[in-house]
């Protein structure tokens, strides 16, 4: 079955500093793997997803596969990064996901 | 505008007293989700419908049902809430559910049930 692993429960940082939220998942086939984030009183929305390739608030996510590692990245944090950020890759097909446990980012001034 | 809505936002039920809770979209989407969010922990998928076709996960108790009359609403029954049912429900939606290319799931604020 598909895992997913965030290491760090808390992850605070002071704004313009690097930021990296870890994530490791267990994967037999080619992953597409997801970060979702909840800001706060905020629904859970799609922050960004591999497959695009994109960045999104400054934030990017580059899949390793020799490390199993999806980390999102993030050069200057900005106290609006304050959330909860959610790794995600789906089920063994499709689009159902597995969330990882989740890291809290705060991002002080 | 809002794309997919959960009532009620905050749900008191008491032990064993059956509760429904509900979620519709203005999506249109195929894909339906219901998640159950215990605190301090990540959303777990109890089932999803592709239309009406429902799809149970492994290890979601008997005790949660649900029902997709249409597209645009999907319910999810608790028959006998437990002590241990208390959590945030999440709704969520998508276009699709084989093609995860441009495939996001969408999101309901969530309902937070308390049994008392």
């Known amino acids: 079955a598909q895992r997913v692993t965030q290491p760090e429960k808390l992850l605070s940082v002071f704004k313009g500093a690097p930021v990296e939220l870890k994530c490791n998942y267990s994967y037999s086939g080619s992953p597409e793997l997801f970060w979702y984030v909840q800001y706060s009183r905020q629904r859970l929305q799609l922050l960004l997803r591999h497959i695009s390739r994109e960045s999104i608030k400054g934030f990017t996510a580059d899949l390793n596969k020799g490390e199993t590692s999806f980390h999102l990245k993030k050069p200057f944090a900005q106290e609006e990064d304050s959330a909860m950020y959610y790794c995600a890759p789906p089920m063994e097909y499709g689009n159902k996901l597995v969330f990882g446990a989740g890291t809290i980012l705060r991002v002080k001034s | 505008d809002a794309m997919v809505i959960q009532n009620p936002r905050y749900q008191v039920t008491q032990f064993g007293k059956p509760v429904t809770l509900s979620c519709s979209q203005t999506?249109?989407?195929?894909?339906m989700y219901w998640y159950q969010q215990k605190s301090s922990q990540a959303p777990k998928l109890l089932f999803h419908y592709y239309d009406k076709d429902f799809n149970n996960e492994a290890d979601t108790p008997d005790n949660f049902q649900s029902r997709r009359p249409n597209t645009s609403f999907c319910f999810l029954d608790i028959r006998s809430p437990g002590l241990g049912d208390a959590a945030m429900y999440l709704c969520?939606?998508?276009?699709?559910?084989?093609?995860?290319?441009?495939?996001?799931?969408?999101f309901g604020p969530g309902t937070r049930l308390t049994v008392l």
């Open positions: 969520a939606t998508s276009r699709d559910l084989l093609q995860v290319r441009d495939n996001e799931q969408f």
């Open positions: 999506l249109n989407h195929n894909v």
